[in-house]
């Protein structure tokens, strides 16, 4: 009989001794605060992501449903941004993001990923995108967000 594994989370690689040395261009001379900004540091780059991209996909790393959307997206002719959030920060990030798609709303508590931004707006997830798919909807509200040019 077939044992089933146990499901592991994404584990980041252990730092190799020829690699502790940080990487050019990645600290500033002032503060030591880094130039780059990383993708939990603020509400305002989670913000910016959502309004420079016309379609963007929220996931858990790793996760398959994040996967399905963004291989829908690409057979339709669609690149996607996706952001993989890690389950450390995933709190946080759904706040934010709640707090982006207007989270006084009923309809936008509980967000839960993935999570599709068009056009700068919360579209919702899965569910969403397969209905309005299978309805025909999602061309032309894609081409509308500008990220189909058919």
């Not at 089933?4 to 989370?9: D, H, I, M, Q, S």
């Not at 730092?15 to 990487?23: E, K, V």
């Not at 798919?133 to 909807?137: A, D, L, Q, S, V």
């Not at 967000?145 to 058919?150: C, F, I, M």
């Given at each position: 009989m077939q044992e089933?594994?146990?499901?592991?989370?994404w584990l980041p690689i252990p730092?190799?001794?020829?690699?502790?040395?940080?990487?050019p261009n990645t600290k500033s001379t002032n503060n030591d605060?880094?130039?780059?900004?990383s993708p939990t540091k603020g509400h305002d780059y989670i913000k910016n992501m959502v309004s420079e991209n016309a379609i963007i996909v929220f996931g858990r790393r790793g996760c398959c449903m994040s996967h399905v959307v963004k291989r829908l997206l690409q057979s339709l002719?669609?690149?996607p941004a996706v952001h993989e959030i890690d389950e450390d920060n995933e709190v946080?990030?759904?706040d934010e993001l709640e707090a982006i798609a207007g989270g006084e709303d009923e309809r936008n508590r509980g967000l839960q990923f993935p999570a599709v931004f068009i056009g700068g707006g919360l579209f919702g997830g899965?569910?969403?995108i397969m209905a309005t798919?299978?309805?025909?909807?999602l061309i032309p509200i894609l081409k509308q967000?500008?990220?189909?040019?058919?």
């Open positions: 089933a594994l146990p499901y592991k989370t730092h190799q001794p020829f690699l502790q040395s940080p990487p605060e880094p130039l780059l900004p002719g669609v690149n946080g990030v759904i899965l569910d969403r798919h299978i309805t025909g909807e967000a500008g990220a189909l040019w058919l």
